[in-house]
């Protein structure tokens, strides 16, 4: 079972690699996501009031 799983992995990563649009997608958007998200998410801490 395991082999089986092993070899459709296999061909599928060959396939998409041997196609040049499908390597785009697969590296491209989560390249943007990293970018994005990079600066959209910021630890800083602004206009909070404190109520104990």
Do not use: H
């Not at 396939?15 to 989560?30: A, G, H, L, T």
């Not at 600066?39 to 009031?49: D, S």
């Amino acid at each position: 079972m395991i082999q089986r799983i092993i070899a459709l992995l296999k061909k599928e990563f060959i396939f998409i690699w041997n196609n040049k649009q499908s390597r785009i997608m697969i590296i491209v958007p989560p390249l943007i996501q990293l970018v994005i998200f990079g600066y959209g998410v910021t630890m800083e801490v602004r206009n909070i009031e404190l109520g104990v």
